[in-house]
């Protein structure tokens, strides 16, 4: 096999290591960021699936009923409300348990209720005692329920996702940042030799220079293509998993992550190049034979 074809197989494998571990660490930082993004709305996601539970007196006439279904579903705090009569209650907890529980106590007790969906922004301990308190005072709601140990701790936890999010993001960005550095340097080290040569050729570091350049913001151009093709298929992958979930979330968003990988990607590619070529080019003959 001659030299030249060896050189080519190992430029090739050089370029491919590149793209390769690039494209690695950019798809990790595109699910960060995408994380990130839309950190506010997975939170309301979860906070959305609280239901408060509004119990009515048997003796509640149908015209009470369903003027206070129209006010809680005009209310600013209401994602959705739904009736469920002790039917339709008795039927579903008679199939959550797999017996029919009215066979031996010989009569319904529970109640008609609304299922309220609350929206994520007035789920909290506060705002749901208010609210309780108000509805209680109607005569012909005998109780609210709502899980206020879930909402407590769903807050709380709620804060410290978004605090460590944060510390990892920054811890990540900066992991990335050596790793592709890193990377770029072991590519141009195994072409300290061209550049020598050029060099003892009389070429002008920045005509030595520029190629380098190019090549490598070329690279991680690739390397961003990869990164959020692959990123787009875990997307795509969720959407299958889970439906319910608006998954790819606010186009503006996505757009928005798409242009700052591949700004980054071109970025640190070369300045990475820029720094690693420089050096070698201040390294004289001697030092690197």
Excluded at 37 to 46: D, G, K, P, V, W
Excluded at 91 to 101: K, Q, R, V, Y
Excluded at 155 to 168: A, M, P, T
Aim: hydrophobic share 50%.
């Amino acid at each position: 096999m001659s030299s030249t074809r060896i050189y080519k197989r190992r430029l090739l494998a050089s370029y491919i290591s590149v793209v390769s571990s690039t494209a690695l660490v950019l798809f990790v930082l595109s699910v960060l960021g995408y994380v990130l993004l839309n950190s506010q709305s997975i939170a309301n996601y979860f906070k959305e699936q609280v239901t408060m539970t509004v119990f009515l007196d048997d003796e509640t006439k149908e015209m009470e009923r369903e003027q206070l279904t129209t006010t809680i579903r005009l209310a600013p705090f209401t994602k959705s409300v739904r009736f469920v009569s002790k039917e339709t209650a008795a039927a579903e907890h008679s199939a959550t348990i797999g017996e029919d529980f009215m066979d031996f106590l010989g009569y319904n007790p529970l109640q008609d209720a609304l299922d309220i969906g609350l929206k994520a922004e007035f789920v909290t301990t506060e705002v749901l005692d208010s609210l309780s308190d108000i509805m209680e005072q109607k005569l012909f709601i005998s109780e609210v329920l709502y899980d206020r140990p879930l909402i407590v701790l769903l807050n709380k936890n709620i804060e410290r996702f978004g605090f460590w999010l944060f510390v990892c993001s920054a811890v990540f960005i900066a992991i990335a940042l050596l790793l592709i550095n890193h990377s770029i340097k072991l590519s141009i080290y195994s072409k300290r030799l061209i550049i020598q040569t050029m060099l003892l050729v009389g070429a002008r570091k920045g005509f030595i220079r520029r190629p380098f350049l190019w090549r490598y913001m070329f690279l991680g151009v690739v390397s961003a293509a990869f990164a959020l093709a692959g990123f787009a298929g875990l997307l795509s992958f969720l959407v299958r998993l889970a439906p319910q979930i608006e998954w790819w979330g606010a186009v503006e968003n996505i757009a928005l992550l798409s242009t700052v990988i591949l700004l980054c990607s071109v970025l640190i590619s070369a300045v990475s190049a820029f720094f690693a070529t420089q050096r070698h080019l201040k390294l004289t003959y001697d030092i690197v034979y």
